[in-house]
């Protein structure tokens, strides 16, 4: 054969290649519809004109004559306070804020605008001059986190500049404030952290959304005391009063509704519904308000529907649905002025690449940067990459609504459809609908830490990887590579989350509440705040609970080895009894052999009396690493542990005389900001047991929410959310032919007590991170950590890529469309 004719079979053989994952999905709209799909599956297609925003706007107020809109930023990487031109919609002026949250509001004169400063605990008194923010004085509500634990949130002042209201989330409490004098004048303890205020139109009731608490909580403020509750829905947040103060709305986001109150007898009159389908599933996340002008249209913001809900409110008790806008991605806020609908979203317009990477600087560049300034390396962080916007929307006529409608269900892949029958075939393995039944009697469910496909398989030459970012290959991951061949390659899996604050959460509910989504990027931005998102706080907690809860409902057995645990103790009441009090929760002084220890010695003494739960959730996560903290296993022999202990835990398994009925499902809770040459969302997942099929590649795009929609099915179990019963089951990666053959482990090629001896940079780094609890430390540094242990001190790491991944061909029609 001559030279030529190999060359151009290995031409077509790569190009053939490169077809199949273009197939699969590549960067940018989907073809001839101009919509943006997701890494979760959603897709976006916003409505009107876009303005872009700062990290994470969760609030937005316009002055009294609608000459100026404030939007407070509140996110992981640089928070601040934008002045915007509502009628021009162009941005006038802007502020860097050290710390801020939520809190928001303009004198009725317009020469003060008050935004809270978060956990400094005081709220920031911007004196407004030529439409430009100058500098601004400080009122004080107490010394700054940790010592005090504050942080105003909604706030609100009365006509005449002399009273101002704020509600805080972290000591649940009502400041009453004398803002020209800056002094405290009272303070009224609230029964749950609040969210946001309303001034009656007499200023004689304040209304405060209790966030924890399902109510609103009515109080004179003549008294200055508490002299009603009214109940809500869950996660009440957002208020808003008509003119004249008669009704009062109500967002509550755990339950996709809004409470209408009729504030004369203090009743909620009507609860409207703003999902797309009837259901009670969570996943829309009411959370913004606004009224037309004539009051007749509320515009009801979904943060998780990427949507706006529209009702005819013209006859409070008698709403009606008009449709939906379809608007970016995590709208927090809407407002209006005039004809004109204006909606912060938080997330922006798409997932994107990060072009300029996170590598360091070696001299001051002409951006002004420094060497390895944390401002530059924040820039490129998964929790502060996705930019705000600010969306300007002409208010629709009827027929352009029904188009919008259109457009907004287009874009979801939850139908009530996909509720009741999932994707899938007839004949598998993993059934298509509540009592169907599954060969498959039990499930391991093992959650990971914070891994990239390229970090591992990027080696993979059958998968989409890249070789060049691959830090944990086949010599420190053979297990991982063996069950990628000899059981189903998945090159196209990606998580929900950002960070594993929110990404235990879905990892296990399919869902992360707006108390979560809200409160995270503060905590990770080193700003203070409440944690314990595993399970530590039930404000944290999606309403019906999480998949343990759904088992106990449905009488299914279940059990957990370190996932919600801590130090043999259940952090949620669904698993006091149902843990293993010997396996370790996140600890990265502890080997995951010791987590397979105690799982396998757990497991035998079950199996012996044949109780074996059906369900269980297994953490090995010392894929996590501690960087180079001196004298700490290093990151190569942290991974190569992970990969040993997985290997032992599926050699186990499979030598069991249960293997026969079980499955395993493999993921990591996140991939945060490791380098992937796809999408920073983009993971490692496996599939393995009997009924998986072998040596098989599946290019088909899955996530988080599909991975539990199959664990459900296969356990005879309601999907949780709108995301896993819309997410696509892994019906393809299974096979009903069981093949029972045992698996045999791979042996560890390198030494698991490497530590780390070296004195440089990078440990100098790594001396000042807390590995206490996952990503406490700064995910940026410590990838940037990881990659020089294993590429050298002096390596530049490439920049990870974050894209808005669509599909090259576009299914002719969604059976529920």
Not at 349 to 359: C, K, V
Not at 369 to 374: A, C, H, L, V
Not at 418 to 447: C, M, Q, W
Not at 583 to 611: E, M, Y
């Amino acid at each position: 054969m001559s030279i030529y004719i190999k060359k151009s079979i290995s031409v077509i053989v790569i190009c053939l290649s490169a077809c199949v994952y273009s197939i699969a999905q590549v960067p940018g709209k989907v073809k001839g519809t101009g919509q943006v799909l997701l890494p979760n599956g959603w897709k976006l297609s916003p409505a009107g004109r876009s303005l872009t925003l700062g990290d994470l706007p969760l609030n937005m107020q316009l002055s009294t004559s609608g000459r100026l809109l404030a939007v407070t930023n509140n996110g992981q990487s640089t928070q601040s306070l934008q002045l915007i031109d509502p009628r021009s919609e162009k941005l006038l002026d802007e502020k860097v804020l050290s710390k801020s949250w939520y809190g928001l509001a303009f004198s009725r004169d317009e020469k003060h605008l008050y935004a809270s400063g978060g956990n400094d605990n005081w709220i920031l008194d911007f004196h407004l001059q030529g439409n430009k923010l100058n500098n601004a004085d400080t009122i004080k509500l107490g010394t700054p986190w940790p010592k005090n634990k504050i942080c105003p949130t909604g706030i609100v002042v009365n006509k005449g500049n002399t009273r101002l209201y704020t509600v805080t989330k972290e000591d649940s409490t009502l400041y009453i404030i004398d803002p020209q004098a800056k002094q405290i004048l009272n303070k009224v303890q609230l029964p749950a952290i609040a969210y946001s205020c309303v001034l009656s139109p007499d200023e004689t009731k304040l209304y405060v959304s209790l966030w924890g608490g399902r109510a609103v909580a009515v109080i004179n403020t003549a008294s200055q005391t508490i002299t009603g509750k009214i109940a809500t829905g869950d996660h009440p947040n957002e208020l808003l009063l008509n003119k004249k103060g008669t009704y009062l709305f109500v967002a509550n986001a755990n339950d996709n509704t809004v409470s209408i109150i009729n504030t004369n007898s203090s009743k909620v009159i009507e609860t409207v519904a703003t999902t797309l389908y009837p259901t009670r599933l969570t996943g829309s996340t009411t959370n913004g308000l606004a009224l037309s002008a004539n009051e007749k249209m509320l515009y009801i913001a979904n943060a998780d529907n990427n949507c706006l809900a529209v009702f005819d409110v013209s006859k409070p008790g008698y709403s009606k649905s008009q449709g939906f806008i379809p608007v970016g991605w995590y709208p927090t806020n809407v407002k209006t002025l005039g004809s004109k609908i204006l909606v912060t979203n938080g997330k922006g317009l798409s997932s994107m690449a990060n072009p300029q990477g996170p590598q360091p600087i070696s001299k001051a560049d002409n951006s002004g940067y420094q060497t390895g300034s944390t401002a530059n390396r924040r820039l490129q962080y998964i929790a502060g990459l996705f930019k705000g916007s600010l969306s300007f929307i002409d208010a629709p006529k009827p027929d352009q609504l029904k188009q919008y409608t259109r457009q907004v269900y287009a874009n979801t892949p939850f139908t009530n459809k996909r509720t009741i029958t999932a994707d899938g075939e007839a004949g598998n393995p993993v059934p298509r609908k509540l009592g169907e039944k599954s060969p498959i009697k039990h499930i391991f469910y093992i959650i990971k830490e914070n891994r990239t496909y390229d970090q591992v398989l990027g080696d993979v030459p059958e998968g989409n990887g890249d070789t060049s970012l691959c830090l944990f290959g086949k010599h420190v991951t053979p297990n991982h590579h063996a069950l990628a061949k000899e059981f189903v390659l998945l090159d196209n899996f990606y998580v929900d989350a950002e960070v594993s604050a929110d990404g235990h959460n879905w990892s296990m509910a399919a869902y992360a509440t707006d108390v979560i989504e809200k409160t995270w990027p503060t905590s990770y931005g080193s700003r203070g705040g409440s944690t314990s998102f595993e399970g530590g706080r039930p404000v944290t907690y999606p309403r019906d609970g999480f998949i343990w809860d759904y088992c106990k409902r449905a009488g299914i057995s279940y059990r957990s080895y370190g996932e919600f645990s801590d130090d043999g103790k259940a952090n949620i009441k669904t698993l006091q009894g149902h843990i293993c009090a010997h396996s370790p929760g996140f600890d990265l002084d502890v080997k995951d052999q010791v987590r397979v220890d105690a799982w396998q010695h757990d497991f035998d003494s079950l199996l012996t009396i044949n109780a074996v739960p059906q369900f269980n959730t297994i953490r090995i996560s010392n894929d996590h690493t501690s960087g180079q903290k001196k004298g700490k296993i290093s990151p190569v022999a942290a991974v190569a542990d992970n990969d040993l202990a997985i290997g032992r835990f599926i050699e186990h398994l499979s030598q069991s005389s249960i293997w026969k009925e079980s499955v395993v499902f493999i993921l990591e809770d996140d991939a945060q900001n490791g380098p992937d040459h796809i999408d920073a969302h983009r993971s490692p997942a496996f599939v393995v047991g009997p009924y998986v099929k072998r040596n098989a590649v599946v290019h088909t795009m899955y996530s988080t929410s599909g991975f539990l929609r199959t664990m459900e099915l296969i356990l005879g179990l309601p999907p949780m959310s709108q995301y896993d019963a819309g997410a696509m089951p892994l019906y393809e990666c299974f096979t009903s032919k069981a093949d029972v053959t045992p698996y045999q482990l791979k042996p560890v090629e390198v030494d698991l007590e490497r530590r780390n001896i070296a004195i440089n940079e990078s440990s100098k780094r790594s001396e000042l991170f807390n590995f206490a609890k996952e990503d406490a430390v700064p995910d940026l540094d410590l990838n940037e950590v990881v990659w020089k242990s294993v590429k050298g001190e002096h390596s530049v790491m490439p920049a990870p890529k974050r894209s808005a991944f669509v599909l090259l061909e576009q299914k002719k029609k969604d059976d529920d469309d």
